[in-house]
């Protein structure tokens, strides 16, 4: 309707750029996700799925206060059981991380009672109990989850730790390989794994099984202990004294640990290195006179 032309220039011009320049500034809160939920709460203070994300974010960034208090204010609003769920989970988590397991067991129970197949809320009650020592209860639990999921390879594994634990070793197998099967290259399993052959005294399995967790989890001082350890046992002593000069330099505080350097001087007496096999030993003797180990060995070592 505006007849001069000029005008329309100007004013189209100074609309594209006010609308530019909210467009940049919006941009900018989609860089910082908690940012962008926090200005989104600002015109829309009621959108459930708002305060649910914002939680989300707040969560998934460490702040669980916040998150809490986001997941409590949609606990009140919300009355469909699916939604429902969703904030009473949310809630579980926090109290979880802050520490509060009996409120998060309050809350993770609410969320079986709303969503009986809800795999989060199983697989973290079975967490909690394990940590209080009731393990019977966690393993019930995890089974639980594991129908619902089965293919959850953390799960496996803390169903395969529980066995393992009880030393029932057979089903420990069983499920650190199917773990593997999902997940193969998780060094931790592979470790797992190990262990339990090496308890099953079958040592080229176990050294198999140490090497692949040693392949995708070089820096584990675990999986390098053993892999010395088990070296030692089949008689390859170069090896071992490799993967424990490896766990010294990883982590130096090895070196003061007296049944590591018990076992380093086993192998260092192996090679024909017996003076620095008995320096050690008397090393441990100084720190622990009472040690039997290196007493053994080192009367042993001595009386050749």
């Given at each position: 309707?505006?007849?001069?032309?000029?005008?329309?220039?100007?004013?189209?011009?100074?609309?594209?750029?006010?609308?530019?320049?909210?467009?940049?500034?919006?941009?900018?809160?989609?860089?910082?996700?908690?940012?962008?939920?926090?200005?989104?709460?600002?015109?829309?203070?009621?959108?459930?799925?708002?305060?649910?994300?914002?939680?989300?974010?707040?969560?998934?960034?460490?702040?669980?206060?916040?998150?809490?208090?986001?997941?409590?204010?949609?606990?009140?609003?919300?009355?469909?059981?699916?939604?429902?769920?969703?904030?009473?989970?949310?809630?579980?988590?926090?109290?979880?991380?802050?520490?509060?397991?009996?409120?998060?067991?309050?809350?993770?129970?609410?969320?079986?009672?709303?969503?009986?197949?809800?795999?989060?809320?199983?697989?973290?009650?079975?967490?909690?109990?394990?940590?209080?020592?009731?393990?019977?209860?966690?393993?019930?639990?995890?089974?639980?989850?594991?129908?619902?999921?089965?293919?959850?390879?953390?799960?496996?594994?803390?169903?395969?730790?529980?066995?393992?634990?009880?030393?029932?070793?057979?089903?420990?197998?069983?499920?650190?390989?199917?773990?593997?099967?999902?997940?193969?290259?998780?060094?931790?399993?592979?470790?797992?794994?190990?262990?339990?052959?090496?308890n099953k005294s079958e040592f080229d399995k176990s050294l198999y099984c140490f090497e692949n967790a040693y392949k995708f989890n070089n820096k584990d001082l675990a999986i390098i202990l053993n892999l010395a350890r088990n070296y030692q046992k089949v008689g390859r002593h170069n090896h071992a004294i490799f993967y424990f000069n490896k766990a010294f330099q990883i982590n130096p505080e090895t070196k003061e640990n007296i049944y590591i350097l018990n076992d380093y001087a086993i192998s260092l007496n192996e090679i024909?290195?017996?003076?620095?096999?008995?320096?050690?030993?008397?090393?441990?003797?100084?720190?622990?006179?009472?040690?039997?180990?290196?007493?053994?060995?080192?009367?042993?070592?001595?009386?050749?």
């Amino acid at each position: 309707r505006i007849k001069k032309e000029k005008l329309k220039i100007i004013l189209t011009t100074l609309i594209f750029l006010l609308y530019g320049t909210r467009t940049i500034l919006r941009n900018y809160d989609w860089n910082d996700e908690i940012k962008f939920y926090k200005k989104s709460l600002k015109y829309f203070p009621d959108s459930k799925r708002i305060i649910h994300n914002y939680g989300v974010m707040l969560m998934m960034n460490g702040k669980y206060k916040e998150a809490l208090s986001e997941f409590k204010k949609l606990e009140k609003v919300i009355s469909n059981r699916e939604e429902l769920s969703k904030a009473t989970i949310g809630i579980g988590k926090c109290y979880f991380m802050l520490g509060n397991y009996e409120e998060s067991m309050k809350y993770y129970n609410k969320t079986i009672e709303l969503d009986p197949l809800n795999f989060d809320a199983l697989t973290s009650l079975a967490l909690i109990y394990e940590r209080r020592g009731d393990i019977e209860k966690s393993l019930n639990y995890l089974l639980k989850a594991y129908k619902i999921n089965p293919y959850s390879s953390p799960t496996l594994y803390l169903i395969g730790k529980i066995y393992f634990d009880k030393k029932q070793y057979d089903i420990a197998e069983r499920i650190f390989i199917k773990a593997i099967e999902i997940e193969p290259e998780e060094g931790i399993y592979w470790n797992k794994l190990g262990m339990i052959y090496y308890n099953k005294s079958e040592f080229d399995k176990s050294l198999y099984c140490f090497e692949n967790a040693y392949k995708f989890n070089n820096k584990d001082l675990a999986i390098i202990l053993n892999l010395a350890r088990n070296y030692q046992k089949v008689g390859r002593h170069n090896h071992a004294i490799f993967y424990f000069n490896k766990a010294f330099q990883i982590n130096p505080e090895t070196k003061e640990n007296i049944y590591i350097l018990n076992d380093y001087a086993i192998s260092l007496n192996e090679i024909g290195e017996k003076e620095k096999a008995i320096e050690i030993l008397n090393k441990i003797l100084k720190t622990d006179p009472d040690f039997q180990p290196a007493k053994i060995n080192l009367k042993i070592i001595t009386s050749k």
